[in-house]
């Protein structure tokens, strides 16, 4: 009877990876991104999905796949979510390789890299966080009251 067995390390394994990857909900930071190069239309990403410039992804060193972020282009306050499907950038002064349709939304197609605030707003590739919404210190949802 192994199939209790796989529930329970199952279970367990829910336990431990959810706390942390709610506690990245709402965090926030500033940094450069680039986007791909058209050569990598149609490659694999390193989640395993083809690479398509016209989709709404991101690479990023250290998030977990599908995670969701708001990126705002912070020369134009233009924003758009995208999803982590990708590791990179592998320029080491950038924090996100952007596709061409991201980048096309933030408006730096022409200048190639951006200074952007990039904030975690939702995980397995769903938004938890809408545009005045943070995260308090005890995990709760709030919005923000705007004057």
């Known amino acids: 009877m192994k199939y209790p ?3 329970i390390f199952g279970f367990l394994f829910l336990l431990v990876s959810l706390p942390t990857s709610a506690q990245l909900l709402g965090r926030e930071e500033q940094g450069k991104a680039s986007f791909y190069a058209q050569m990598f239309n149609g490659r694999k990403t390193s989640c395993g999905e083809k690479f398509s410039q016209t989709e709404l992804t991101a690479a990023h060193r250290t998030l977990p796949f599908n995670t969701m972020v708001e990126v705002t282009n912070l020369s134009n306050n233009k924003s ?10 592998y320029h080491h002064s950038r924090m996100l390789d952007l596709t061409r349709a ?3 939304h933030l ?9 952007i605030k990039m904030r975690i707003v939702g995980m397995e590739g769903m938004v938890l966080l ?7 210190d005890t995990g709760e949802i709030l919005e923000k009251v705007l004057k």
């Open 102 to 104: 991201a980048a096309q």
């Open 107 to 115: 408006g730096f197609l022409a200048k190639g890299v951006a200074t």
């Open 130 to 136: 809408g545009k005045d919404e943070f995260v308090t």
């Open 80 to 89: 758009v979510i995208v999803r982590i499907n990708d590791r990179g950038p």
């Open 5 to 7: 067995i796989y529930c």
